[in-house]
């Protein structure tokens, strides 16, 4: 009998292992092996692809472009993350407090939460187009600006900020925000009352109660979030593809987008595979310290 349950739950799980296999596993070290081939698609029948070892990731780390990449790679996920869940502990707060209308206020926090990304990308292009971007005729009405702002095109930059930069940034972290936002209430629904009353008995006020009640108890809520979004946003391609291909001058290409633009562009899967390569060493790098750090701290206990 208990040979029975245990063969029942592996073919239970059978389907996810393969499909895990199928269309995570087999792709990446797929893509491994072409990062040290010589693999350009337009030569492919004259030269082949011989073996050049770590030839693509040098090409790859010595082309500016690339290396632009990584750092709006991580400029915009550092401002994602800060900006998202800065917002997100105000608006669980809100989702987590008493009053009339609450779940209609849930439901349109959640709102963006149902819209994909391909989805929300084409929708913030038509409120982000120079020309055409309500957002632009309100700011005009309101007198806050003489001419329409290019929001996906000016190629002016601050050091290594831009508009197109923080247009695209600012979409993707509304994007996201529903996922913080039920990742942080969970948190806050976690912490017991008792806390608060015995703040409210010591005179804490509510920056107080913040400071060293709430902040103090959702650290491991927000590390687990912070590591997330830390990893998904080093892999991230919708938005950024489908709203700017990487432009203006390449002031939001990302390294998920250099990637495709290497393989589809300009067929050369040998150096989309290496940057990839670079994503995946960075994403399980980061992965490996999370772990370390986790395991740190229960040791501590």
């Excluded at 010595?62 to 993350?81: A, E, K, W, Y």
């Excluded at 695209?168 to 912490?191: C, D, K």
Aim: charged letters at 15%; proline letters at 5%; a neutral charge.
């Amino acid at each position: 009998m208990e040979r029975q349950k245990r063969l029942f739950c592996y073919l239970m799980v059978a389907p996810a292992v393969i499909f895990t296999f199928v269309l995570g596993l087999l792709p990446m070290i797929t893509s491994l092996g072409w990062s040290f081939l010589e693999y350009d698609l337009i030569r492919v029948q004259q030269t082949g692809t011989p073996f050049v070892g770590l030839e693509n990731y040098k090409e790859v780390l010595s082309d500016g472009r690339f290396v632009r990449s990584i750092t709006n790679t991580f400029l915009m996920t550092g401002l994602v993350i800060a900006f998202a869940i800065s917002l997100g502990l105000v608006l669980a707060h809100v989702m987590h407090s008493n009053y009339r209308g609450r779940a209609i206020v849930r439901v349109l926090i959640c709102a963006p939460w149902f819209v994909p990304p391909v989805v929300a990308a084409a929708i913030w292009m038509w409120l982000l187009n120079t020309d055409r971007s309500p957002i632009n005729a309100l700011l005009m009405d309101m007198g806050l600006i003489d001419s329409n702002i290019r929001f996906l095109t000016d190629s002016s930059t601050w050091g290594p900020f831009s508009v197109p930069l923080l247009s695209v940034t600012a979409v993707r972290a509304w994007n996201g925000l529903p996922f913080i936002v039920i990742f942080i209430l969970a948190g806050l629904q976690s912490i017991p009352r008792d806390l608060y009353e015995a703040a409210d008995v010591d005179g804490g006020n509510l920056w107080h109660k913040f400071r060293y009640v709430t902040l103090p108890l959702l650290k491991p809520v927000l590390g687990v979030l912070i590591m997330l979004l830390l990893i998904t946003g080093i892999g991230h391609f919708e938005i950024n593809y489908i709203m700017t291909g990487g432009g203006p001058q390449d002031l939001t290409n990302v390294m998920a987008v250099y990637s495709y633009l290497q393989a589809f562009n300009f067929f050369r899967f040998d150096l989309a595979s290496a940057a990839g390569g670079v994503i995946l060493v960075l994403t399980g790098i980061i992965c490996a310290l999370y772990i370390r750090g986790q395991l740190k701290n229960r040791d501590d206990r």
